[in-house]
């Protein structure tokens, strides 16, 4: 498994959380929410080339 992908969502989610929290306690939920909407599909869009990946490798291991 490659570590470095692992770090970069790691990462992403620590800076969302902290950006979140900051919003909300400034009373800005609505942008604290669109932050956190925003975390989930960067980390989403890194995700899609390893499923993709995933999927190859399961089809060239069952010959679909």
């Given at each position: 498994m490659e570590?470095?992908?692992v770090l970069k969502?790691?990462?992403?989610g620590m800076l969302v959380?902290?950006?979140s929290t900051v919003l909300s306690k400034a009373g800005r939920d609505e942008q604290a929410m669109l932050v956190t909407?925003?975390?989930i599909?960067?980390?989403?869009?890194m995700l899609i080339e390893e499923i993709g990946v995933l999927l190859e490798?399961?089809?060239?291991?069952f010959g679909l």
């Amino acid at each position: 498994m490659e570590i470095g992908l692992v770090l970069k969502i790691a990462g992403v989610g620590m800076l969302v959380a902290i950006i979140s929290t900051v919003l909300s306690k400034a009373g800005r939920d609505e942008q604290a929410m669109l932050v956190t909407v925003g975390g989930i599909l960067v980390v989403m869009l890194m995700l899609i080339e390893e499923i993709g990946v995933l999927l190859e490798t399961v089809q060239s291991v069952f010959g679909l």
